[in-house]
């Protein structure tokens, strides 16, 4: 095969200089036409969009033209010329074809068009080759490439905390053990309780649930950082919005206080969700077309609307006056459910909402207390159709009440007196949040799983691809 440069199928179709000679690679999507001229539709990944292959069959060698099948992977030069069809501007009328390899139509699992989601979870290893998954796949990256260059553009530092850590971050309990311990026959201290000195770190360790404690050191020596890392909650929730391994960006800030950290996360959201229209619009058109006709006017909406702030307090009345019948009832204490979250922004406000001020006995110790003696200093922002998106507080920086709340609830001080140093050495007022990334891209791409929004999901059950 002559050489050529190869040229990424989304570059081509932007060339105007037709004519030219190109190369260019990659997997069969559709293969049609009739005996004496066949037509492939190719993609490459770097767009949603396929080039057309016209292909004059009489002069391909007729045993490698059967090896072009749905799935095959392929590489082609040819001339670009203006496309005859309708839907394409160029096309390839190709010179030389190199079969890379092959796709048993019997066997290829996407031989056909218009599979379930559902299906498509079984074949995780081959789901980022159909339209959909590409679209997401692409969305996913461009979101996260826009966050580090919100942080960065901001003097934020990236700020890397560990996978493995000693603490509970979150004080929830929920989370998966990390050890080398024969776990058939560990062994155990005098009260016959499993002896995790003898353990790979000499204590008990586990995968972070957050990395906010640890950011939080950060932030009371650089001023502001963010984190962004995989995050691991042994939650046997198996709901459409939980994972078990999902990835988080916490920032956190020295100097701000609750309302700089609303400001900072209103801010955030809409700078990404105007990124993500700009950089994204073809595969979330794409995605809109196919799932979800609305997800467009959704994102406008977000950008050019304030967020409705209000507490807690205020939130739980309006709920108790809608007369709405919940499936979970609520109450002042009750922790709020989706259904509760997704009446206030979708019925009663018609806006995504910031709840703050929650009372104190559902959230994390860390969190500021007020003077009422009752809640905290938490913020959530709640969004159409995922509800809670963001989660986050104004710390307390009090050592002696940060102290009590720990003793309060019960938590050892031994695995974060790190932690609580930060309030004897320096302490400052300081707030953070974090956004679930997968949250934050199925409100984007309008997808309703969250299994559908990173390449391979982890839920109880499920962890084999
Ligand atoms: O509200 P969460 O639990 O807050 C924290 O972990 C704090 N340490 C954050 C901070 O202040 N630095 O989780 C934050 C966000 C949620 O709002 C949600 O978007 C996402 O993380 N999240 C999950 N996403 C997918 N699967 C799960 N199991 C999730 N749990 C939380
Ligand atoms: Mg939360």
Redesign the pocket.
Known sequence: MKQLKRVKISEALRLASEGEEINVKGWVRTRRGNKSVGFVALNDGSTINNIQIVIDIADFDEEMLRLITTGACISVNGELVKSQGQGQSVEIRATEIEIYGSADPAAYPLQKKGHSLEFLREIAHLRPRTNTFGAVFRVRHHMSYAIHKYFNDKGFYYFHTPIITASD??GAGSMFEVSTLDMNNPPRDKEGRVDFSQDFFGRQTNLT????LE?ELGAMALGAIYTFGP?F?A?N?NTP????E?W?I???MAFYDITDNMDLAEDFLKYLIRYALEHCREDIEFLSKMYDGEVIDRLNFVVENDFVRLTYTEGVKILEASGEKFEFPVHWGTDLQSEHERYLVEKHFKRPVILTDYPREIK?FYMKQNDDGKTVRAM??LFPKIG??????EREADYNKLMNRVKETGMHTDPIWWYLETRRFGTAPHS?????L???LMFVTGMTN?RDVIPFPRTPNNVEF
């Open positions: 971050a979150e649930v957050s990395g906010q950011g995050t909650r939650e929730s919005r939980h994972l078990a999902f988080m916490e920032p956190e994390s959530d922002v809670e998106i963001i989660g986050g507080s953070g949040f974090g956004l679930g997968e949250r934050l969250i």
